[in-house]
């Protein structure tokens, strides 16, 4: 160790390096830490960053020095993102993006390999799973952190209609612009399908873009514990109310590797359902679990019958289906392929997964167009039995359905190694934040997928918890301050619990099977819904969050 | 002398804040008690070394520090207001820096904060000091470094004791960008304030210099503190006079105070002041007489900047009141909204003025 910083110390005689801050030569300061072994370490530690002469380190941070070189110090981060999903990078990007945050020392810490992530790629007609719809507001607030030009547009599609109805009662709603704008006008967009694997890709690529200045990216790196520091009275400032946290390598790194310990000013959450974050500040969460399964697929889809008007019209569908325990719901992708997101319960998943392809496209198909008993009938069919067929059954018993006219093209293929569930669940943190803390995205809240909020959700959080930030950094607070820190948890609480609250509704509403009160409320609410309006685009504001 | 009295809140903030929260929990009123009532206070703490310190007091100072950075504490809506500070500040620099000037954007100013209390302006404001001197600055306040004074001991020692709890503030004390000084006004312009370590300071009298150090900061700032001045021992005018004379010419005297007029009255006298729980700060805490309307400000400081200039190497006269530069604009409270800046409101309570010494 002492040759490599004996070495450094003599290469740096030979350069012409200056002090940046009086300009006085790195030679005339060697002849006099020569002196001293012990005052090497410092001068081979600068040559890593800006070279600042003793003398002016001296005024500039002198107790930083000598805290520095205790081996148990940990080394100082303004922010500190645990997790590196859409929230958590996206939060580090709008951080590097504004001016005013730029120069914060920011770090973030994920378990995955952020550089395959980062080199993601798939055939242009390949779509991943795991896609999400982003309301207007996310996608400006994505182009306002410069993220959206990163994005891959081909992989990308808006939609400008949804159809939504109801599987029991047939009463249906559709949400377009058509009444908010002029029929000579573009028509607007109601969302943007990506795949998040896309979206992560362009705001690592925003990241990278910003350079490597006051930025550190612990990628194959876990929480290994998070802990308050200690008082380095005397030397140092008092970091026992900061929030420690020790970055341990995962895969082949972990053997060589040794833990490192960063202190954050603010420590950031974006660590999802489970997150150490919350636990280390000891947050409770309330919330329950559905038990329901959501089934998502990449479909491709057969030409629609009639041709959108204007062409580049695409619409997304969804079908509530109170007697299957969920909606079932296809986005549209680029290319006449779509994402399919099916809540149902968990045998009922249990078996759509089982079931060969010709047959799970069957049962999509028909959940778009058959009744509830019909449903119910196909849903309990022996998957084995080659006689008799669902696509059979399909085709037998649509002939004697009135289909309703909003019904999506039929599915025609599945993309292999698609076809996944997870579980759905619903969870709200008692409150976002705690002194040098604070939650985002899924470690916040989680919420039921039907209305496709939880990532816009998570990116509001993010725009609120950066705006936050440059506040403080603008006047003067401190960014871990609960005082600064209040004016995100104002913002964000109500609105999440609101959006996560009206989903909840829709999801038990929805629940009732058969005839009866509930449904005629339901059929009774969309109706009039459907036919005024104001309200209706009172509600496609609040969903799109304008 | 002595101009300040050590008042341990801005309490007209605070009877603000107790009218629009009457649920504050009563065990904080007794913990402010003994802060407001005159007569348990010595009007002035010149002690400079921690050892003098009691045990009672030490004990009250730990409470007090507790409740003093306390988000949630009876310093609650001081703490809201204190982002407003530094937009004031950075709205008249923006106002005094027409020229384009290359440099106007570096951090250079240095400021003086009169009455800091427990550092809620000063460490928020040394925050924003630049670790390396280079590059523009990195907000419009563009402080360069920051002296902040008390003549509390306490609020002092406990003003240090919070800034350590920050790295950024703590390095800034220690290279001295950063000083908190528990002295006064009036020491500061003698040239005799004491060192600002912790250590046992020396004796304040190993420097018994009475000349007049020449006016070093370019920016001094009097945050709920004008209020509180004792007519005993001094005059508002005096006080300003004072302030004026610690800035270098082309400075801002920058401060915020309460005006006397019919609003604050039912506000700070008859609600905040009415039993418990309507009211919860003790009777007779404040004093309304005390309480200053934006044109007296506006006088006293006229007639300080004559005063200062004649006792500065050029020759005053009214010539330096008439084109005086002079800014003023009313803060407002909106319970769920925050402070926000209502000009036109001066007179309704809280508000902020400020005044440029000419070149």
């Known amino acids: 160790m002492y040759t490599t910083e004996a070495r450094g110390t003599l290469d740096s005689y030979k350069s012409p390096i200056v002090c940046t801050v009086c300009t006085a030569p790195l030679s005339s300061i060697i002849r006099c830490t020569l002196q001293s072994p012990n005052t090497m370490r410092p001068i081979s530690r600068a040559l890593l960053r800006p070279y600042v002469c003793p003398t002016c380190r001296h005024g500039i941070g002198a107790g930083r020095r000598r805290f520095g070189s205790k081996s148990d110090t940990p080394e100082l981060y303004d922010v500190v993102c645990v997790g590196g999903g859409p929230a958590g990078l996206g939060l580090l990007a709008a951080l590097r993006a504004s001016p005013i945050t730029s120069k914060l020392k920011v770090a973030l810490i994920e378990s995955q390999d952020l550089n395959k992530a980062k080199a993601w790629d798939l055939e242009p007609n390949q779509f991943s799973n795991r896609v999400s719809s982003l309301t207007p507001s996310t996608v400006s607030f994505l182009r306002s952190i410069g993220a959206y030009d990163c994005l891959d547009v081909t992989r990308v599609q808006e939609y400008q209609d949804m159809q939504v109805w109801d599987g029991q009662t047939g009463s249906s ?54 802990e308050n520091g200690k008082d380095l009275k005397p030397e140092g400032p008092d970091l026992s109310a900061w929030p420690v946290v020790t970055v341990k390598p995962t895969g082949p790194a972990a053997e060589t590797e040794t833990p490192k310990r960063i202190a954050a000013r603010l420590l950031v959450g974006a660590d999802g359902i489970n997150s150490p974050v919350r636990a280390f500040a000891d947050i409770p969460t309330q919330g329950w679990d559905y038990g329901r399964h959501g089934i998502v697929a990449t479909l491709a889809l057969a030409e629609p019958a009639t041709q959108p008007f204007p062409a580049s019209k695409r619409t997304a569908y969804q079908r509530f289906l109170p007697a299957l325990g969920g909606p079932i719901a296809l986005l549209p992708l680029p290319n006449n392929h779509a994402t399919l997101v099916w809540s149902t319960t968990p045998e009922n998943a249990a078996y759509l997964k089982s079931l060969p392809t010709p047959a799970f496209l069957a049962m999509v198909n028909a959940a778009f167009r058959l009744d509830m008993t019909d449903l119910n009938y196909m849903m309990g069919m022996q998957s084995s039995d080659s006689t008799h067929s669902h696509q059979d059954e399909l085709a037998w018993r649509a002939q004697h359905t009135s289909l309703p006219t909003q019904i999506p093209p039929p599915a025609t293929g599945v993309q292999t190694g698609t076809v996944a569930s997870f579980p759905l669940r619903f969870r709200h943190a008692a409150q976002y934040i705690s002194p040098r803390v604070a939650l985002v995205g899924d470690a916040a809240h989680v919420i039921h997928p039907l209305a496709g909020q939880g990532l816009n959700l998570g990116l509001a959080d993010v725009a609120s918890l950066s705006k936050t930030i440059q506040y403080a950094v603008s006047h003067g607070m401190d960014v871990g301050d609960l005082l600064t820190l209040e004016r995100y948890s104002s913002e964000r609480y109500l609105p999440n619990a609101k959006i996560g609250g009206a989903c909840d509704l829709l999801h038990k509403m929805y629940n009732v099977p058969g005839e009866g009160p509930v449904a005629w409320a339901r059929s009774l609410g969309l109706g009039v819904v459907d036919r005024l309006p104001f309200v209706k685009s009172f509600l496609m504001k609040n969903a799109e969050g304008y | 002398m002595a ?75 001081l703490h809201l207001m204190n982002p407003l500070r530094h937009e004031f500040i950075a709205s008249c620099l923006a106002e005094g820096s027409s020229s384009p000037d290359p440099t106007s954007s570096a951090a250079t100013l240095n400021y003086l904060d009169v009455g800091c209390g427990g550092g809620i302006f000063a460490e928020s404001l040394a925050r924003t000091i630049p670790i390396g001197p280079t590059g523009p600055a990195p907000t419009p306040t563009r402080a360069a470094s920051m002296t902040a004074i008390d003549p509390s001991t306490n609020l002092i020692q406990m003003a240090r004791e919070h800034a350590r709890m920050d790295p950024t503030v703590d390095s800034h004390l220690r290279t001295g960008r950063f000083k908190y000084l528990n002295t006064t006004l009036e020491d500061v312009l003698a040239g005799n304030a004491p060192i600002s370590t912790s250590a046992p300071a020396s004796n304040p009298n190993q420097n018994p210099s009475l000349e007049l150090t020449p006016p070093q900061y370019d920016i001094v700032t009097l945050f709920e503190v004008l209020e509180h001045i004792d007519p005993k021992t001094s005059t508002p005018l005096s006080f300003l006079t004072n302030c004026l004379r610690a800035l270098k010419p082309g400075g801002w005297l920058i401060g915020s105070t309460i005006s006397r007029t019919l609003p604050s009255f039912i506000l700070n006298q008859v609600i905040a002041e009415a039993p418990w729980p309507i009211g919860v700060v003790p009777r007779g805490t404040h004093e309304w007489s005390k309480f200053v309307n934006p044109d007296e400000v506006k006088g006293w400081l006229q007639e300080g900047l004559m005063r200062a200039a004649d006792t500065g190497v050029s020759r005053g006269g009214s010539a330096v009141a008439e084109g005086m530069r002079w800014k003023c604009v009313g803060a407002i409270y909106v319970p769920g909204i925050g402070w926000k800046m209502v000009p036109g409101s001066e007179d309704w309570g809280n508000y902020f003025w400020a005044v440029r010494k000419e070149l």
């Open chain 1, 173 to 226: 709603i559709s949400f377009d612009w058509s009444m908010e704008t002029s029929p000579f006008e573009e028509m607007r967009t109601v969302a943007t399908m990506t795949e998040n694997a896309n979206l992560v890709r362009a705001l690592l690529r925003r990241i990278a873009d910003s350079g490597d200045e006051n930025l550190s990216l612990f990628s194959n790196a876990t929480v290994a514990s998070i």
């Open chain 2, 3 to 77: 101009s300040l009295r050590p008042r341990t809140l801005p309490l007209s903030v605070r009877a603000l804040r107790s009218t629009l929260r009457s649920t504050r929990p009563s065990p904080s009123t007794s913990l402010f008690a003994p802060a407001s009532a005159p007569s348990t206070q010595t009007p002035l703490t010149r002690a400079h070394s921690t050892s003098s310190v009691s045990a009672d007091e030490l004990s009250h100072f730990s409470a007090l520090a507790s409740s003093w950075w306390d988000p949630m504490g009876p310093s609650r809506i």
